[in-house]
């Protein structure tokens, strides 16, 4: 215990001088079956930094996988979940640090038995630095906080520090998929992807980022962009040999 306090303690000194991409933690009170999904199954399902990423990766799922996929900021679990339940020989990690959405994952995973998939109720960054080198198949950022005031703009998500850390989990010819409602974010997207070699993106004409495709299931934020009018952007990118 006390080295994996030790290592949480350095890697919170580490984010402290990292600017944060997403804002609260946590929101409404939450009842005292959320705080037992808290107490009693995030810790058979969330990371352990303390330990070296195990070999092969595979290893951290108790159903047999085939792929690791990663999720970062997941927000309401829906995406993840799709994902788990209907690609169960694939292993999920997801990053959250919202308390309410990752109790909705706790809440899934309890209730549908589901063992392909891995928690950390944190900055996405922690991840990237302890998965080993090539090791992620298919990696999502979908609908990142957009951050729309122009001060705030640094402390977008999606950066050129970000995807080098992508770019270095991921194996040759894996796929990043990252989707949008905000224009100026998409810009800030495709010029961060500019300077980043090792991604290339396979969009082949308007209609390709326009449309989702059908294994890519819509989250809570997307729908609420498209009633309110937001066009959405589907980005896919993969990682080159």
Same mark, same amino acid.
């Given at each position: 215990?006390?080295?994996?306090?030790?290592?949480?303690?350095?890697?919170?000194?580490?984010?402290?001088?990292?600017?944060?991409?997403?804002?609260?933690?946590?929101?409404?009170?939450?009842?005292?079956?959320?705080?037992?999904?808290?107490?009693?199954?995030?810790?058979?399902?969330?990371?352990?930094?303390?330990?070296?990423?195990?070999?092969?990766?595979?290893?951290?799922?108790?159903?047999?996988?085939?792929?690791?996929?990663?999720?970062?900021?997941?927000?309401?679990?829906?995406?993840?979940?799709?994902?788990?339940?209907?690609?169960?020989?694939?292993?999920?990690?997801?990053?959250?640090?919202?308390?309410?959405?990752?109790?909705?994952?706790?809440?899934?995973? #309890? %209730?549908? $038995? +589901? =063992?392909?998939?891995?928690?950390? !109720?944190?900055?996405? /960054?922690?991840?990237?630095?302890?998965? &080993?080198?090539?090791?992620?198949?298919?990696?999502?950022?979908?609908?990142?906080?957009?951050?729309?005031?122009?001060?705030?703009?640094?402390?977008?998500?999606?950066?050129?520090?970000?995807?080098?850390?992508?770019?270095?989990?991921?194996?040759?010819?894996?796929?990043?998929?990252?989707?949008?409602?905000?224009?100026?974010?998409?810009?800030?997207?495709?010029?961060?992807?500019? #300077? %980043?070699? $090792? +991604? =290339?993106?396979?969009?082949?004409? !308007?209609?390709?980022? /326009?449309?989702?495709?059908?294994?890519? &299931?819509?989250?809570?934020?997307?729908?609420?962009?498209?009633?309110?009018?937001?066009?959405?952007?589907?980005?896919?990118?993969?990682?080159?040999?």
């Amino acid at each position: 215990m006390q080295d994996r306090n030790k290592t949480s303690a350095s890697m919170s000194g580490q984010e402290s001088r990292e600017l944060r991409s997403f804002g609260r933690r946590r929101g409404r009170a939450l009842s005292p079956r959320q705080q037992g999904l808290l107490q009693d199954v995030l810790p058979e399902v969330q990371l352990d930094f303390a330990t070296p990423a195990p070999t092969p990766l595979t290893s951290l799922f108790k159903a047999p996988t085939c792929e690791v996929w990663l999720e970062i900021g997941f927000g309401g679990a829906e995406h993840l979940l799709w994902q788990a339940q209907n690609n169960p020989t694939a292993g999920l990690i997801g990053c959250e640090p919202f308390e309410e959405g990752v109790v909705k994952a706790l809440s899934a995973i #309890e %209730q549908n $038995a +589901l =063992s392909n998939i891995r928690l950390h !109720p944190d900055d996405a /960054r922690d991840i990237l630095r302890w998965l &080993p080198a090539t090791s992620i198949d298919r990696a999502f950022v979908l609908f990142p906080d957009p951050w729309p005031k122009r001060r705030h703009m640094k402390r977008r998500l999606v950066n050129t520090g970000l995807l080098g850390g992508l770019a270095r989990v991921m194996r040759p010819g894996a796929e990043l998929r990252i989707a949008t409602d905000i224009g100026d974010y998409l810009r800030t997207i495709l010029i961060a992807f500019r #300077e %980043q070699q $090792a +991604l =290339s993106w396979t969009c082949k004409g !308007p209609a390709q980022w /326009r449309q989702r495709p059908a294994d890519w &299931p819509p989250t809570r934020y997307e729908q609420k962009a498209g009633r309110e009018g937001r066009r959405c952007y589907y980005l896919s990118f993969v990682r080159g040999e």
